[in-house]
């Protein structure tokens, strides 16, 4: 190995330890150690840039605009009710969530799973009240464990089937020819994750979890006629659950209805009063079948979807103080709706449209965006500001959605068309069928988490242009001797070392050859070396880097490096020890 490998070698080296024991961005380290070794000449520019047109770091931006086009129809809503459930305990709510997540990988790639649950999960664990750090890393985990179940499930699966037609003139694997190992360490990847989670994983609440000292707001919505929360009780409707958020009374045809009951029915054309913070009244703005109680918002100039929701503190020059919000004509001053109000953690008992306005009152605002710079050095308000996460959702179009997304996965599925053909067509007609906005669309893609996988790409590329790759496995395999037990053990070790140090393809497409050549050196079938690549491949537990998936969660999760060495570590030794027992039992050397 010349200085090139030993200079790649370092340059990985120095990124690991970047991201392990230090807070910097993943995707400035990663990109900075793509730099180097480009810089040194290790690479040319198509190998240090292949990851920019790799399939599919093209895929997961693409899946992003669908799962914009899901949030804001409400659909991924649809998904958490009719999937996930109550859960008693996150216990339960880990299987509740794995258990679908992992049967759904075997036939889908495992991407677009992820993809699609780390918003309903973030959602499903606000309001249940639990650790979403609990949860980001099993979903990771139990998409990748069901994706070895078939020959679908992972592009490393393809592709290395793909090698071993096109070099070796071999028919290729089935369906469903991988459950033999595929399953058995699906289930015990689901048993690890719920027993031993509580011990490794840690759990960071959300700032939300904490309710000291902020502004609670007073919030008026109504039920709407025909929606599916008429006749549902308060708890059935999941109006107990809003973390930070409580319902103070109902007002029922000119009855107020004090200290609601969980059991207490809704019925069309109910105000529910709440009291809460404004994470909690964005929740409520978002759920299907509630509407504001002020009609006010439905005589602003601009359209729902180009409003923002905006915070303004009344200052003592406000022509409104002294006034109630109708009397002062709100609305029509400063063409904005008053949609909640906050007083120093007062109780208003009054109709939002009754509150006689003091100076230092909060009011959240439903307005055009251009209300910020208009009033941001106004003397009517001390302040003004916009709340991050607002969007009208676009309800009506929830079963459009669900049905583009039910579409894809049938065509990926039945293998009608490519996951980045059939993502591309369904994120275009996401955006058709105005699902979802080009503006939301554009902004929903996490950049961050695409740098890291191109840059991952360029670095694979590095290690086996270098040949360092190919040394260092040589090396492994030759400790062997003439054991095909221990040969495929550490096949396993090499190639699992590989993807956690690059990506999952990199590492199966670098082993596959050497794999190969150490079977026909043993005199023995390929075949069990071909399965534990795939499964080693696809077992890339231990660090962020090495699977996208992982990558995904790692932000959404609040995760920091080392947390994926505690838990993934052991793991990826049971995939080993499953994988090296029942191989050679199902494909015999």
Sequence with gaps: MGWEGWYTLGVVGLCFGLLAFSRAAPDVVMMGGLTLVFGAGILTPEQALAGLSNDG???VAVLYIIVSGLRETGAIAWIVHGILGRPRSTTGAQLRLMAPVAAMSAFLNNTPVVAIFIPAVHDWAKHHRLSVSRLMMPLSFAAMAGGTCTLIGTSTNLVVNGLLVSTQQQAGLGMFELAWVGLPFTLITLLYVVLVSPWLLPERRPAISQFENVREYTVEMMVEPGAPLVGKSVEEAGLRQLPGMY?????????????????????????LVFAGVVESVLDLHKMRGLKPATDQIFKLTSAREDRALVEAVVSNSCPVVGKSIREGRFRTLYNAAVIAVARNGEKINRKLGDIVLRAGDTLLLEANPAFIEQQRNSRDFFLVSAVDGFAHLRHERGVM???????????????????LKASMLAAGLMILTRCTSGRSARRSIDWQVLVVIAASFGLGNAIQSSGAAQVIAAS??????NSPWVALGLVYVATAIFTAMVSNNAAAVVMFPIAVATAHGLHVSIMPFVITIMMAASASFATPIGYQTNLMVYGPGGYHFSDYFRLGIPLTLLSGI???GLVPLVWQF
């Excluded at 029922?252 to 200290?259: K, L, M, N, S, Y």
């Excluded at 492994?476 to 001797?481: E, H, K, P, S």
């Design 401 to 419: 959605a669900i049905t583009i997304l039910a579409a894809m996965v049938v065509t990926v599925a039945m293998g009608w068309m490519g996951i």
């Design 57 to 59: 770091m093209v895929t």
């Design 476 to 481: 492994l395999v030759a400790l062997a001797g």
């Design 578 to 580: 499953t994988t090296i």
């Design 247 to 271: 319902l103070v009374e109902i007002e029922r045809e000119g009855q107020v209805i004090p200290a609601v009951s969980p059991q207490e029915r809704l019925r069309a054309n109910d105000r």
